[in-house]
């Protein structure tokens, strides 16, 4: 809502600036003077001067943004539990939808298996008129399709269930997401070979891993159209730490169901009960009982710029940018605020929104130097919206952590430092 006192360029309170900003007075973040700087600027730079470097055989970053890397996060002690852990992507370093195979998150239960595809089979049994054995190659050549799609851990911003606030990048918090295009074999096509039984309704995935990781998934997403054996991500063969040579994408469900290595689907009459759906990924209510088989990811956003250690240098006219996302379909809007949630304003979206992508948004911010909090609430298609961290809290236990998707807070102080604070 704008302020009446404030000029009719202003959306929401805090300094949010109605989007058409953007599209006319520019983001003047730094210009150079016009006046005697250009002929400087015009001088022969030295990388000028002489031939550059020769073509490579597989491309690298430039060593100016060395710093842009996955942080990395052991989940046990030093020397037990080898493998066991996650590495964020660095959100807040990034641009666009899309993450670089190299920066998408990890999340490992016993380490990365160094799997020879020369060897690595795909079983598919159960309840199926004709049991099946796939090699990777004879998986190449079925048919295949391609799907945009983000893959979240059910455990992602497990840094906000804590009791107090931690003091991490935004991906750090909330990195334990990737969105990329995958390519590979509907699995359902996969099952209409092997003839399922018309009484099944679930099917077992089981990794290749040393964990077995393994989950039960309802035939009924199986067989929908969206479900894939991946065997390419962004247009290259997946990566080891990605589940090389094949793995499993259900778009807009936890990541710990988009199983790894896979190796082989049991088709069956009822959910397997394996231990990464019992022991892990339920949820623990106030009441005592826990929530199994909660598959989809709710709707969610965070603001990436500003955020900790990416923050403004002095007042002025900045862009606030953040992604958005929502396990039920497609982002359908995302609300910006500035004063803590006192006033929102709509941020604009690139688009348009894909179902079960991210969605990247932006919004022009006059900050005017004073302390202020930085949220934003996204909205999806089917009508559900991003919940407040006490929404989302109301029904579970103490330390019930995963699938938190509450609106994320950030300070900004005088001095343009960005904090990670619970509103």
């Not at 002929?39 to 000028?48: D, Q, T, Y």
């Not at 089979?121 to 054995?133: I, T, W």
């Amino acid at each position: 809502m704008t302020k009446r006192n404030e000029p009719r360029d202003y959306a929401a309170g805090g300094g949010l600036l109605n989007r058409r900003v953007l599209l006319g007075a520019g983001m003047a973040f730094s210009a150079a003077s016009a006046t005697g700087a250009a002929a400087a600027r015009l001088e022969i730079p030295e990388w000028s001067q002489y031939p550059g470097l020769p073509m490579s055989e597989y491309g690298q970053p430039s060593p100016h943004e060395g710093h842009v890397k996955r942080r990395v996060l052991g989940l046990y002690p030093e020397g037990i539990g080898d493998g066991a852990g996650v590495s964020f992507t660095p959100l807040e370093e990034l641009e666009g939808t899309v993450t670089p195979n190299g920066l998408f998150f990890e999340r490992h239960h016993s380490g990365i298996p160094e799997i020879d595809p020369e060897r690595h089979e795909l079983v598919v049994h159960g309840m199926v008129k004709q049991p099946l054995v796939f090699t990777v190659g004879e998986l190449l050549s079925l048919p295949k399709v391609s799907r945009l799609a983000f893959l979240e851990c059910a455990g992602n911003s497990l840094f906000n269930s804590l009791a107090e606030p931690q003091q991490r990048s935004a991906g750090e918090i909330h990195g334990l997401i990737g969105a990329a295009e995958w390519t590979g074999v509907l699995l359902s096509d996969v099952l209409d070979l092997a003839g399922v039984d018309p009484s099944a309704s679930w099917v077992l995935a089981e990794g290749a891993d040393a964990a077995k990781q393994s989950r039960s998934i309802p035939l009924s997403k199986v067989m929908g159209g969206d479900a894939m054996i991946a065997l390419y991500q962004n247009g290259e063969r997946l990566r080891p730490e990605q589940g090389y040579p094949m793995r499993l994408v259900l778009p807009g469900w936890q990541g710990s169901m988009q199983t790894k290595w896979l190796r082989r689907v049991k088709v069956t009459d009822g959910p397997t009960h394996t231990k990464d759906e019992t022991s892990k990924y339920s949820l623990l209510q106030k009441d005592g009982k826990a929530q199994q088989f909660t598959f989809e990811m709710g709707v969610k956003s965070v603001i990436t710029r500003p955020s900790p250690g990416v923050a403004p240098t002095r007042p002025g006219l900045y862009q606030v940018s953040g992604l958005a996302w929502s396990g039920a379909g497609r982002v359908s809007r995302v609300e910006v605020s500035a004063d803590g949630g006192a006033s929102w304003a709509d941020a604009m979206l690139d688009g348009p929104a894909l179902p079960k992508m991210l969605t990247r948004f932006r919004l022009p911010w006059n900050w005017d130097g004073a302390p202020s909090v930085l949220m934003s609430r996204a909205v999806d298609e089917t009508g559900a919206v991003q919940p407040s961290r006490a929404e989302w809290y109301e029904p579970w236990a103490p330390g019930q952590l995963y699938h938190q998707n509450a609106i994320q807070a950030w300070a900004l102080s005088v001095n343009g430092e960005v904090s990670n604070v619970y509103v």
